[in-house]
């Protein structure tokens, strides 16, 4: 009995044809959730870059916001005839503070920490404090020297009202100013030399702040210690001010982190499953090219056997004393052994394809044959 081996771990030709391919699937599956996973990646942070700039100008309009109202407060403060009698002709505190012209209504309902009037000379004639009359200078209670500032910001403007945000220690103050004028009253006389200041200073507190970026929608507005890089918890907005600059901070709405909460999880099982099921149908495409292998190779091997027996068949077919035939279906000749010229005297062409009962009942001329083959040669 002939034993043929055969090695699944080595390749065949089926499997070779179907390995490749499916590999090549596999790379191209896997570089295709890479691209995804990156343009993922990219359009949430690219969302996330948009809400904080978003925030950031509706941030930058809220302190436009709030300058456009001091400066109308103090446009109309100190563009009045009465002002200009009460507080830089003369200082009138009955008109002043007890008839509340220039009191404690700024602070209570504008929420003014500071009401200052600046007399020509840069001493402080005026001031309410936290919406209490106090004598404090404006220097001092602001901590730095930013009257020469405003000065040079109101000669630019003509007087006319003021305001920009200002740096106070780590945290911000809305400053506005404007010179005390008659504004529309022809009946008050002006008198010569440089006119007096109205000062208005918001202190943005934290609560302020907070309140202020409420209004617009961003949460959570607050001071923050630094700038600090590289950290996505806040976006953080740098508030240029007079005197410096302070950083603020607020929770991000965070778009794209969302983006990621839905779509990743279900991209990664998507891709998971994409995955199991390629390598379900690779294994299950290299087992049936494995089988094919596996045929193609007993085949080749039983057609082996089949030559080598037919190869032995006709081997002891040639060595015998008669001659052999085969024949099909319809008894003919399909093949004849080399013995059959000697034996019968025909030539074995002759008769390949031809009926057997023919070759069996031609015998008119055989006994002749045989006698003639019998005769030794001369």
Not at 15 to 30: A, D, Q, S, T
Request: glycine content about 8%; proline content about 4%; charged content about 20%.
């Amino acid at each position: 009995m002939t034993t043929y081996a055969f090695h699944p771990s080595s390749d065949g030709r089926a499997r070779g044809l179907v390995r490749k391919p499916m590999l090549i699937m596999l790379v191209l599956l896997g570089l295709s959730f890479c691209a995804a996973l990156t343009a993922l990646f990219c359009v949430a942070d690219d969302l996330n870059d948009k809400a904080a700039l978003r925030s950031g100008l509706l941030l930058g309009k809220a302190f436009a916001s709030s300058e456009e109202s001091m400066r109308f407060h103090l446009s109309d403060n100190a563009e009045w005839g009465e002002a200009y009698n009460n507080l830089h002709r003369t200082l009138n505190l009955d008109w002043a503070w007890r008839n509340q012209n220039l009191g404690e209504s700024l602070f209570k309902t504008f929420g003014y920490e500071g009401v200052f009037v600046i007399a020509p000379s840069g001493e402080t004639r005026y001031s309410v404090l936290d919406g209490a009359l106090r004598r404090e200078s404006f220097q001092a209670w602001m901590g730095q020297d930013a009257l020469n500032a405003l000065k040079q910001r109101l000669q630019q403007s003509d007087g006319k009202a003021i305001a920009r945000l200002v740096r106070v220690g780590d945290q911000l103050a809305l400053l506005g100013a404007a010179w005390i004028t008659p504004g529309g009253d022809h009946s008050v006389k002006m008198v010569a030399g440089p006119p007096s200041i109205m000062i208005f200073v918001d202190r943005l507190t934290p609560a302020k702040l907070e309140s202020a970026g409420a209004e617009y929608g961003i949460k959570k507005l607050s001071y923050a210690d630094a700038p600090p890089e590289g950290t996505g918890e806040h976006d953080r907005y740098l508030a240029s001010a007079l005197g410096g600059v302070v950083t603020l901070k607020w929770q991000s709405d965070d778009p794209g982190g969302a983006l990621l909460t839905w779509l990743l999880p279900l991209l990664a099982l998507l891709m998971c499953a994409t995955f199991f099921t390629a390598t379900m149908l690779m294994r299950s495409a290299l087992r049936k090219a494995r089988h094919s292998d596996v045929s193609t190779f007993l085949l080749e091997q039983s057609q082996q056997a089949l030559a080598a027996s037919e190869q032995r068949f006709r081997d002891v077919a040639e060595s015998t004393t008669d001659w052999i035939w085969e024949a099909d279906a319809q008894l003919r000749f399909t093949w004849i052994s080399g013995r059959f010229p000697a034996v019968t005297g025909y030539h074995s062409q002759d008769w390949l394809r031809q009926p057997l009962h023919d070759f069996l009942l031609d015998d008119a001329d055989l006994p002749q044959r045989l006698t003639q083959r019998e005769q030794p040669a001369e």
